[in-house]
């Protein structure tokens, strides 16, 4: 019972504290933030390492910055869980006061942004006039889960498998990876991308924090070759059709109407990426918020549907035609 009295003297400004310092690495810095004086931040992480009995921050003095320890760090993984359930219960109470969902926080990235959100969100409005949806974008889909986690966002899309945490979610579509060639390119006239063993020592353009088709890659690749990263996807489609390098990119990702790329369908077997989207498990979810994500997934599927029928992705020299014909939303 000792024990558990101590620890419920933990408070939230305690663990604060200790993750403003950490990701600051200065008491002062930490302090700044969080509009306390330094002595006063230096004080509640001293009385936090009193309470839970372990040393939680090394301060060497000086220049140098104050460090982490294991135990920080461990206790910090809960301490961030613990303010994300605060901050989940805020945001709710935020939107009771307001008077139910009067708004949707929606977490995107690229392809999802270009190739689904504009025909979703006209779709939505139609039905939904009265609720306001926005958007925050980001590369890294691991970033919009922890905006999600920490009540940020309401709804975000992901790929799956997701990052643990407390999350549910709804399968919107399966998106296969193609191989994107230079329409100038040898490879470009084929009909399908050749073998994987065939693209040993041509240069790759990849991304700089999506790590998924590079590590998919160097298993199968020997001696795999990537001359340039970026998290832009226009720029990766610019170098491609530049003849700097090919890529493995999901179909989601390639623009149809851009002439300077072709995008192979793939012969090697490679898992597609499941695009989902997420929400927090533990908050109240509006009949707005179920509705988005139920548009998203018969979207989805239309999508799916509409790709098998093509056979493969439009792209390159067949785009200028298959804009002109096709009227069907979201192409």
């Known amino acids: ?71 920080g760090e461990l206790l910090l993984r809960h301490a961030d869980a613990i303010v994300a359930r605060l901050d989940a219960a805020h945001a709710d109470m935020e939107a009771m006061r307001e008077g139910g969902a009067a708004a949707i926080r929606v977490g995107v990235y690229q392809s999802v942004g270009v190739r689904l959100l504009p025909v979703l969100l006209r779709r939505f409005r139609a039905s939904w006039p009265d609720v306001t949806v926005a958007f925050r974008e980001e590369t890294d889909s691991a970033e919009l889960l922890r905006q999600l986690e920490h009540g940020d966002l309401d709804l975000t899309f992901a790929d799956l498998p997701l990052v643990e945490g407390p999350f549910e979610f709804e399968e919107i579509l399966r998106d296969p990876y193609v191989l994107l060639v230079s329409a100038r390119s040898v490879l470009a006239r084929r009909k399908k991308a050749p073998p994987l063993r065939d693209l040993v020592g041509i240069p790759m353009i990849g991304w700089r924090t999506w790590p998924e088709p590079e590590r998919f890659l160097r298993g199968r690749l020997p001696g795999l070759n990537v001359v340039f990263r970026t998290d832009d996807n226009g720029t990766l489609a610019a170098l491609v059709g530049e003849e700097l390098g090919i890529a493995l990119v999901p179909q989601l990702v390639v623009n149809p109407l851009n002439t300077s790329v072709v995008a192979l369908p793939l012969e090697s077997p490679v898992p597609p ?48 035609s298959a804009a002109s014909t096709s009227r069907r939303p979201g192409r």
């Open 273 to 320: 990426r499941t695009v989902a989207l997420a929400w927090h498990r533990d908050r109240h979810r509006s009949d707005a918020n179920q509705a988005f994500v139920e548009l998203a997934r018969v979207l989805g599927a239309d999508y799916e549907r509409r790709a098998r029928a093509a056979g493969r992705p439009v792209s390159g020299r067949k785009a200028a």
């Open 1 to 71: 019972m000792n024990f558990r009295n101590t620890w419920l003297g933990v408070e939230i400004r305690h663990l604060a504290a200790l993750e403003a310092v950490t990701r600051t690495g200065s008491f002062g810095g930490a302090g700044r933030e969080l509009g306390y004086t330094q002595s006063a931040v230096s004080q509640q992480v001293a009385q936090l390492e009193r309470l839970v009995g372990q040393r939680l921050l090394d301060r060497p003095g000086g220049p140098r910055p104050v460090e982490i320890t294991p135990a």
